[in-house]
């Protein structure tokens, strides 16, 4: 079983689990968008050698919401995992990311690049590449889903397996084990029945995103190795531009393995875990050689 961890920044509360030993090699795990740090639970006890902290990021899982009535910009997210890493003292560390998680992952490793020894990435890679001149409607659209988020009431679950049920038929299809793992860490008891904890303005769009040339910027600066994993039935199948763009960038080492995008949730777990673990001990090698 995971330890539950705990921090505090600046008065709000972030929650973890971990799993390992504290003297291995630190990880730091990063989920995806209204997931939990319950997204690593069935990875985590299959990688070696690790001291593997599982973070739910702002708003998700157990931990605090942000101050204010804005969007969860991504960039954010990234104070927020350095933040953590001071807690934990490590001065250089792994990311391990999935979906919006790798993608924090990777302008993580482009802000402080000397502080990331290697980046391992499950089904994200990038954020959304708009064009500088739908900046004003992209801010627009955003203040208007704040708004239109703060009428709305959130949704009454009168039992945990009817909230397992809703998110089986997410965007990405989870099964039942999964569903029920991210479920049971990302509900909370009200009267008549369960609520999500998720913060809700995590659904209103980005204020502003960056563009293509922003993004190129951070990854010109990473230098930690990169492994990226992709499923097959996952976001290269969902989004056709997506393995246009990751072959810009010829540096990054690509596997794709059966699944979809939760894959290492799945029965695919074990083959997403050999991968990580030839990654991060020959990576690892590397860097103390």
Same mark, same amino acid.
């Given at each position: 079983?995971?330890?539950?961890?705990?921090?505090?920044? *600046?008065?709000?509360?972030?929650?973890?689990q971990?799993?390992?030993?504290?003297?291995?090699?630190?990880?730091? =795990?990063?989920?995806?968008?209204?997931?939990?740090?319950?997204?690593?639970?069935?990875?985590?006890?299959?990688?070696?050698?690790l001291?593997l902290?599982?973070?739910?990021?702002?708003?998700?899982?157990?931990?605090?919401?942000?101050?204010?009535?804005?969007?969860?910009?991504?960039?954010? *997210?990234?104070?927020?995992?350095? =933040?953590?890493? *001071?807690?934990?003292?490590?001065?250089?560390?792994?990311?391990?990311?999935?979906s919006?998680?790798?993608?924090?992952?990777?302008?993580?490793?482009?802000?402080?690049?000397?502080?990331?020894?290697?980046?391992?990435?499950?089904?994200?890679?990038?954020p959304?590449?708009?064009?500088?001149?739908d900046?004003?409607?992209?801010?627009?659209?955003?203040?208007?889903?704040?708004?239109?988020?703060?009428?709305?009431?959130?949704?009454?679950?009168?039992?945990i397996?009817?909230?397992?049920?809703?998110?089986?038929?997410?965007?990405?299809?989870?099964?039942s084990?999964?569903?029920?793992?991210?479920?049971?860490?990302?509900?909370?008891?009200? *009267?008549?029945g369960?609520?999500?904890?998720?913060?809700?303005?995590?659904?209103?769009?980005?204020?502003i995103?960056?563009?293509?040339?922003?993004?190129?910027?951070?990854?010109d600066?990473?230098?930690?190795p990169?492994?990226?994993?992709?499923a097959?039935?996952?976001?290269?199948?969902?989004?056709?531009?997506f393995?246009r763009?990751?072959?810009?960038?010829?540096?990054?080492?690509?596997?794709?393995?059966?699944?979809?995008?939760?894959?290492?949730?799945?029965?695919?777990?074990?083959?997403?875990?050999?991968?990580?673990?030839?990654?991060?001990?020959?990576?690892?090698?590397?860097?103390?050689?």
């Amino acid at each position: 079983m995971p330890r539950e961890l705990t921090f505090s920044l *600046d008065g709000r509360c972030f929650a973890a689990q971990a799993w390992g030993d504290p003297g291995q090699l630190p990880v730091l =795990a990063l989920h995806g968008w209204l997931d939990n740090c319950a997204s690593f639970s069935v990875l985590a006890p299959l990688l070696d050698n690790l001291y593997l902290v599982a973070l739910d990021m702002a708003g998700h899982g157990q931990s605090d919401s942000r101050p204010g009535v804005g969007p969860y910009n991504i960039w954010e *997210d990234v104070a927020e995992v350095f =933040a953590i890493a *001071d807690e934990l003292g490590w001065k250089k560390f792994t990311l391990l990311g999935h979906s919006r998680g790798a993608i924090v992952s990777v302008l993580a490793a482009g802000t402080f690049p000397e502080r990331i020894s290697q980046l391992a990435l499950i089904e994200g890679l990038l954020p959304e590449n708009p064009r500088a001149e739908d900046a004003p409607e992209q801010l627009a659209q955003s203040i208007n889903a704040l708004k239109a988020i703060r009428k709305k009431q959130p949704t009454l679950y009168p039992d945990i397996q009817a909230a397992i049920s809703a998110r089986e038929k997410g965007a990405f299809p989870l099964s039942s084990p999964a569903a029920r793992a991210l479920t049971e860490r990302g509900v909370k008891p009200v *009267d008549g029945g369960y609520h999500w904890s998720t913060d809700p303005r995590l659904l209103a769009p980005s204020a502003i995103k960056l563009t293509p040339a922003h993004v190129a910027a951070f990854v010109d600066r990473i230098k930690a190795p990169v492994k990226l994993i992709l499923a097959q039935e996952g976001i290269p199948k969902r989004f056709a531009n997506f393995q246009r763009d990751v072959s810009a960038f010829s540096r990054f080492d690509i596997v794709k393995l059966h699944g979809g995008h939760h894959l290492h949730m799945e029965a695919e777990a074990p083959a997403v875990a050999q991968v990580l673990n030839g990654f991060f001990q020959t990576s690892s090698q590397d860097g103390a050689s």
